[in-house]
């Protein structure tokens, strides 16, 4: 309910469906239930193990909300808003994960989040259909990542938010870009490129209406602030060795 939506006739309790809130899979992926609150997946995160576990708390503490929110905002609350800042949007993109969706009938349906997520608002859920779960794969979560975050007040919503994941298998770098913009940008390079070429392709693709506008910023910073936390990162990951503990700026 952190935005008015009038068009709603009836509201279905999901918390009572008693669903495992995070599930690690005997492949090495992760479900996280839609269910799961951020205070459940923040506890999860500080004892996991995973190489990409650092990025789990730090997607929670981007969160703009009060403890008592973080015991009733939900993984898939946050998903299913679509609103640009939504950190939960940003960890389940940036580590390629893909959303279980039930229809009425019972017919399930996969689809990735950096799809799931059309615009400000807009995702891609048929009528009556619902978010059962994101299963994070463990390719993912065995890789390097790196965090970046600006807005423009101490403890305001983001205006940018950057992931790096880099796979130790091939070498391949993921950048995704949230927050702004209308919807995250997910971008694959099987080699981490350099400069040039990141700050192209990220131009390339992120056309000018993609770029967020509102009170939180202004387009051109956020994507200015994209631009440069995207090159921090590809630096910081192909230079390290160490596992990242995160930056806001």
Known sequence: FSEPQPHLRRLLD????????????????????????????????????????????????????????????????????????????????????????????GSLRRVKVADLVTGAGRKDLAEGELLRSVTLPARSLASRTAFRQASLYGLGRSGALVIGVLDPVDGSLAVTVSAATVRPFRFWFPLPPDRDTLHDTIDATIGTDDWFDDIHGLPAWQRHMALRFAEEIRRELT???????????
């Open 239 to 249: 230079t390290r060795t160490e596992p990242n503990a995160g930056e806001t700026a």
């Open 14 to 105: 999901l918390s009572r469906m008693g669903w495992e809130p995070v599930r690690e899979l005997p492949d090495g992926s992760l479900e996280l239930a839609a269910t799961c609150t951020i205070a459940q997946l923040s506890r999860f995160g500080k004892t996991w193990r995973a190489p990409a576990a650092p990025l789990v708390e730090q997607c929670c503490r981007a969160f703009l909300a009060s403890f008592k929110i973080w015991n009733m905002a939900t993984v898939g609350g946050n998903l299913c808003n679509a609103l640009p800042a939504g950190p939960m949007i940003s960890l389940t993109a940036a580590l390629d994960g893909t959303c279980l969706l039930r229809a009425q009938d």
